[in-house]
């Protein structure tokens, strides 16, 4: 099984400053027959789903706001925020569908500071 | 606009079997383009895949929980359905059925996710 390590498992940042998630996994996860890195992002507040941020490493999905981005390749990616609202504040989750199981990382929760 | 939405019993006698059914609103179970997967959320474990249904039946699921569950999917009532067997204190959580995008022949990311049910395991 491919195991996803988050860093920090939390963080605290002032409100317009960047805020940088890491995600590791045990083992690559880019495909060498399409050069996709089978890994998402996912934001988790209280009371409600996760929401899909970023897939495929780097491709925001629709609605999201363009201060999130997503980067890296094989087994090392960063979630980036790049000035952090308010309503940012909640568990970010990265997520391998390389292979089954589809395993999440154990979540970096991001509050204000 | 697409929607999923998770039911069944809050609360399972430990040994039991917990039994959950999503109905999928705003789309079809059949489009050729999704599978359709459970998510739970405990407290020991953090978010956990469980399985997956493609809508021709054919399932994958985490080996860990392998010998345990089956997922199955009713395409007449635009459904998909749970069950986990010999259920412990450790299987109480919040449990998400969700679809995610069919690409390059596998299930990928989880791009809509129903509201979640909590199940709580206890005598």
């Known amino acids: 099984d491919i195991v996803m390590t988050q860093s920090p498992d939390s963080l605290a940042v002032s409100l317009g400053e960047r805020a940088t998630i890491n995600c590791r996994s045990s083992?690559?996860?880019?495909?060498?027959?399409?050069?996709?890195?089978?890994l998402a992002w996912y934001q988790h507040k209280p009371g409600q789903p996760p929401k899909l941020l970023i897939y495929?490493?780097?491709t925001r999905e629709s609605g999201v706001p363009d201060r999130f981005s997503g980067s890296g390749s094989g087994t090392d990616f960063t979630l980036t925020i790049s000035s952090l609202q308010a309503e940012d504040v909640a568990v970010y989750y990265c997520?391998?569908?390389?292979?089954?199981?589809?395993?999440f990382g154990q979540g970096t929760k991001l509050e204000i500071k | 606009q697409l929607q999923l939405q998770e039911s069944g019993p809050g609360l399972v006698k430990p040994s039991e079997t917990l039994s959950l059914t999503c109905t999928v609103s705003?789309?079809?179970?059949?489009?050729?383009?999704?599978?359709w997967g459970w998510i739970r959320q405990t407290p020991g474990k953090g978010l956990e895949w469980i399985g997956s249904?493609?809508?021709?039946?054919?399932?994958y699921y985490n080996s860990s929980l392998k010998s345990r569950v089956t997922i199955s999917v009713d395409t007449s009532e635009n459904q998909f359905s749970l069950k986990l067997s010999s259920v412990t204190a450790a299987d109480t959580g919040l449990y998400y059925c969700?679809?995610?995008?069919?690409?390059?022949?596998?299930?990928?990311?989880?791009?809509?996710w129903g509201q979640g049910t909590l199940v709580t395991v206890s005598s």
């Open positions: 969700a679809r995610h995008d069919r690409q390059y022949g596998s299930g990928t990311y989880f791009s809509y």
């Open positions: 997520q391998q569908y390389y292979s089954p199981p589809h395993n």
């Open positions: 495929w490493a780097s």
């Open positions: 705003g789309g079809s179970i059949s489009s050729a383009y999704y599978y």
């Open positions: 083992q690559s996860v880019l495909h060498s027959s399409n050069n996709k890195n089978y």
């Open positions: 249904i493609y809508s021709s039946g054919t399932t």
